[in-house]
Nanobody
Framework: QVQLVESGGGLVQAGGSLRLSCAASGGTFSRYRMGWFRQAPGKEREFVAVISRTGGSSYYADSVKGRFTISRDNAKNTLYLQMNNLKPEDTAVYYC????????????????WGQGTQVTVSS
């Protein structure tokens, strides 16, 4: 059983930056592919980024490509999401998730989820 706790969300102006963190405990972090998802009010949860177990591969949603960077530190059991040039449409609750079996963009394939952290981007 893996427990995930996100942090780093907040209020930022458009064009600004934030770095989200996701601390993992209760399992072997390096065994899991890790993803970031987000859910805006009134919308379905959507994929943001995913990273392989070693950090050697990553994939991004087109909407964040070139602005967001996913990374991980297996020694610290922590996942990160560096978000630059934020836009109002990035406003959402951001969730980290752990997937044991595959590098996937499908939220239903993830086994463990954090509670989420709110990111609000003002125009």
């Amino acid at each position: 059983q893996v427990q995930l706790v996100e942090s780093g969300g907040g209020l930022v102006q458009a064009g600004g930056s934030l770095r989200l963190s996701c601390a993992a405990s209760g399992g072997t972090f390096s065994r899991y592919r890790m993803g970031w998802f987000r859910q805006a009010p009134g919308k379905e949860r959507e994929f943001v980024a995913v990273i392989s177990r070693t950090g050697g591969s990553s994939y991004y949603a087109d909407s964040v490509k070139g602005r967001f960077t996913i990374s991980r530190d297996n020694a610290k059991n922590t996942l990160y999401l560096q978000m630059n040039n934020l836009k109002p449409e990035d406003t959402a609750v951001y969730y980290c998730a752990a997937n044991y079996l595959s590098l996937t963009v499908v939220d239903g394939h993830y086994d463990y989820w954090g509670q989420g952290t709110q990111v609000t981007v003002s125009s």
